[in-house]
């Protein structure tokens, strides 16, 4: 009986871990399909990516890579400037700086509403709430209109500007609950121990909220990184970063799909370093800002 | 050598007094307990001593000096918390150097080096340098919190609840260490529990404290032998003391606390007589007398009151007897080695001379006096 009992319990287990297993199996396949694909036509010639049925196998080639980043290539109809190299650069160089301000002001920011109790607190971290959720579009025309009359459109500056709004409330409403986290009573204890609060935030606090820092910077930063609408509008040929420059390969000879997926690779890549690198804060990190202990 | 004074300290949190009207001194190089229960502002008292909260009102005086104002960073405070608040992202050694770390101090690595040894020597913890706070037992992140409080040399050692997340041999082997360390013994000490042991161990003199007000000041004598009033009395002495309704009946020249409830008296002699009456004692009275002031009278016939055995409990070092007298239950604190029958009637007597007299509606002793 007793074996019956306990053959059928391991039976029932095994199925359900096998259907667990498979309708993870599919999600992770609807998933991953789409960036496995753009993958590999980034490495197909442009025949290869246009065939039907698609083809699974086809001769790489570096070719797309190659397209996209010489600077400037002459197509048969007129010459076009691929620009790409320059949009990484400024995706880099604009991404960066805006996350960069958004940490130093949002550091002493997050601190300020996780610790102190003031009035309106609760409004002031909304409001940096809202600025996540509200759509860019809702923004974008005034925003296009008064950075024309200041002569901020089409500048580092203005952009670094406006990515506040996607980068700022990251960063503080990350960092709020680790600051919340971080025991009233060790901030004190380094007080009593002759140090002013200045040092003890450095000293104490910020050392202890690195993983939150980690993991709001990457969220932050991947944000940042692929904003497209802000940067279409705002910037011209002068500061536009990846994601605009990627639109000059529909042109007016063909859709170079190819080219299009070779970019979009390259652009990953600066993510996928920096998701490699902060992982091990961003999973202990994420956890430990969420459980109390 | 300070002493260090609070004066009519009022703070309160959104709106929930804790401190109210807080006031008292201490003496010079004097250990000083703080003893109430949770929630009457003990913690409190000592963040505002450290300056780490604003009272609303009051002045904390160091040595006659008002020093409201001074940051805590300024203040000649050390001070241990209840959570040992030890830094996690540091070492042990790190943790007791800190103090020693601060700006202004900027003493050589050889010398912080020597400090900390030696402090870490006497708490026997120098074996412990290179382990983080995660990776250390309750006792020893305590001494590890001690060690760091007394690097720093304060003048005035501000310790709470230092001993009440550490098990009981532990504790028990602290508080010894406590006694035996010089830095305590020769500064001024506010030192906070709950557990009235530790402070009648420990204490020079000690403070009750309830909704953030002092109740009584005194020696651990004074505190256990003439409580201020009910409080006091509940808040030391495990088991509690025995609280029985009384009245008081004179019949010509004898004079007996009638205990309606229990079914008999307890004799009074006419000394004890008079001073109840100098104080115009009222006739109904609340009556206070300690376990261990309850004894067994083998002449059951020539005892005080007849009663019947409920529960012994033996405990090594002392029994507890519980018996019902009536419809009431009185503790006794009794020799382990004896041994009761349930339900079976002895005789017990009382020490007439170590009655508390309690007034049952203000809850004060009518026989207390300040000194």
Known sequence: MATANSNSRKRKVFFQKLVVNILLLVCFAFLLFPVFWVTTMAFKSHDDILTWPPKFVFKPTLENFQNITTAIRTYRVGAVSSDFLKGFGNSLVVTTSALLLSLLTGIPAAYALGRFRFKGKNDIAFTFLTFRFAPELLVIIPIYLIFQKIGLYDTYIGLVWVYQLITMPMVIWILMSYFEDVSVELEQASLVDGFSLFHTFRRIILPLAKPGIAAASLLAFIYAWNNFIFALILGSSKVQPVTVSALKFITAEKLRYGDIAAACVLAAIPILILALYAQRYMVRGLSLGAVKK | ?371
């Open chain 2, 1 to 371: 050598m300070t002493v260090v004074a609070v004066r009519n300290v009022i703070k309160s949190y959104d709106g929930a007094p804790a401190l109210n009207g807080l006031d008292f001194e201490t003496r010079d190089a004097e250990f000083f307990v703080l003893l109430g229960p949770s929630g009457a502002g003990k913690t409190t008292t000592l963040k505002v001593i450290a300056g780490l909260e604003d009272p609303d009102a009051g002045e904390v005086i160091f040595d006659g000096r008002v020093i409201n104002t001074l940051p805590p960073n300024e203040r000649p405070v050390g001070m241990t918390f209840e959570s040992y608040a030890l830094y996690p992202h540091f070492s042990v050694f790190e943790n007791l150097a800190n103090p020693l770390r601060a700006p202004g101090r900027k003493l050589p690595a050889a010398e912080i080096r020597n400090r900390v040894d030696k402090i870490a020597k006497m708490l026997r913890i120098d074996h412990l340098y290179n382990r983080r706070p995660g990776e250390l037992s309750g006792g020893q992140k305590q001494r590890v919190s001690l060690g760091r409080t007394m690097i720093r040399e304060p003048a005035v050692y501000l310790m709470d609840e230092p001993l009440s997340h550490v098990d009981a041999k532990i504790r028990f082997d602290l508080r010894i260490q406590f006694h035996r360390l010089e830095a305590l013994r020769n500064c001024t000490s506010i030192y906070v529990t709950h557990d009235y042991v530790e402070a009648l161990s420990l204490g020079d003199r000690i403070a009750i404290i309830n909704t953030g007000q002092i109740v009584q000041v005194g020696t651990p004598k004074q505190i256990y032998y003439q409580p201020k009033n009910i409080f006091v009395a509940r808040m030391v002495g495990q088991p509690h003391i025995n609280l029985l309704d009384a009245a008081l009946t004179i019949n010509g020249n004898e004079a007996s606390l009638r205990i309606p409830q229990a079914g008999f008296s307890i004799p009074i002699s006419a000394e004890l007589r008079q001073r109840l009456e100098q104080v115009n004692v009222p006739q109904d009275l609340t009556v206070g007398i300690r376990p261990m002031d309850i004894t067994i009278n083998s002449e059951t016939e020539k005892a005080t009151a007849r009663v019947r055995t409920d529960v012994f409990e033996p405990f090594g070092s002392l029994g507890l007897l519980s018996v019902k007298a009536q419809d009431i239950y009185l503790e006794l604190l009794l020799d382990p080695d004896l041994s009761f029958k349930p339900d079976s009637p002895v005789g017990i007597d009382f020490r007439a001379d170590r009655l508390i007299f309690f007034d049952p509606a203000t809850h004060n002793n009518l026989l207390w006096d300040e000194d």
